[in-house]
């Protein structure tokens, strides 16, 4: 078996090359790239697998966010390959959902298959400090809204002795946001992984306060750290913490505030049952081989099955 990896990047010859010499397309993420690539794997006899991010199958409209608020060719053309794909892999059963209702799909080729995680890479390390935290990669005001980091430094505000750590904004949404911020907040541009690592094992608590998320990344990894985490109750969020931690509605600082305070008061096992969630539940090796499955089972198909 062969098989090739798109992104939006690639070229339209680099791409039927390829495809001519390939037995299945891996294409990350739904849209314009993804629609050329379905369409020519089906005129080729090939199989196309489609991986859901969660942008391509949202529809926010009051902040603009998502595939489905924009022009009704990319929303056409993300139908077209959601529609056509041989296998589409949600990260959430709650992507699924979405894809049903924004894209207008009937579902049949949906399938759940979790992002897994690296439990040695991520491990905890150290004593813990009684500082709450939050990673969000960014620079634009909508990034702000969508990964709840606003909502993130108002929470700061009730609790005022705590150490509150923002990670990864940049640019006009971080001076943004240090306007609004208490002198407790304190911000952290791009940083290595390495010292993601360290962050996360330094840190009691992680927060992850989005409008929308498929099942986060640094969520999981601060789990795996020991991180106790704080969350709302949001797509894949709950997902990912279970009963380990405290979940919260969005856009609501007094309550995260209040579950934050609870959270540093806990003096029981949350932050090592939060990593034996992520370590049993949501293993890179889970991951892996429900691609090697998904993708022998297509093959093994032919050009007439698949669905």
């Known amino acids: 078996m062969k098989a090739i990896n798109f992104s939006s990047s690639e070229s339209a010859t680099r791409l039927l090359r390829a495809m001519m010499d390939c037995d299945l397309a891996v294409i990350w993420f739904a849209g314009g790239h993804a629609a050329a690539t379905v369409l020519l794997a089906k005129l080729l006899g090939k199989k196309s697998i489609i991986v859901v991010g969660g942008f391509d199958v949202a529809c926010i409209p009051e902040i603009n966010y998502g595939r489905f608020t924009q022009s009704w060719t990319r929303r056409l053309l993300t139908k077209l390959a959601l529609r056509h794909a041989d296998r589409v892999l949600v990260v959430d059963p709650s992507l699924k959902d979405d894809a049903i209702k924004n894209a207008g799909v009937n579902g049949h080729n949906i399938e759940y298959l979790p992002t897994g995680f690296n439990s040695l890479e991520f491990h905890p390390q150290g004593e813990k400090e009684p500082q709450v935290l939050t990673v969000a990669m960014g620079e634009s005001w909508e990034r702000v809204q969508i990964k709840g980091i606003d909502v993130f430094v108002e929470s700061a505000k009730h609790l005022p002795q705590i150490c509150f750590r ?37 840190a009691m608590i992680y927060c992850q306060l989005s ?97």
């Not at 969020?237 to 380990?244: F, L, Q, S």
């Open 166 to 202: 923002v990670v990864g904004i940049d640019g006009e949404a971080l001076l943004r946001l240090k306007e609004m911020a208490p002198e407790n907040v304190q911000f952290t541009g791009h940083i290595s992984q390495d010292e993601l690592i360290r962050s996360y094992q330094r």
């Open 211 to 307: 409008m929308r998320e498929g099942l986060p990344n640094a969520l999981c990894e601060a789990m795996l750290c020991e991180c106790i985490p704080v969350g709302t109750d949001r797509n894949g969020i709950p997902t990912a913490i279970g009963d380990t931690g405290f979940i919260v509605p969005y856009g609501e600082p007094v309550a995260a505030a209040e579950a934050i305070r609870k959270a540093l008061q806990d003096r029981g096992d949350r932050g090592s049952r939060a990593r034996e969630r992520i370590v049993e539940l949501f293993p890179e090796k889970r991951r892996e081989d429900g691609l090697i499955r998904t993708m022998n089972e297509l093959i093994k198909a032919g050009p007439d099955g698949g669905h």
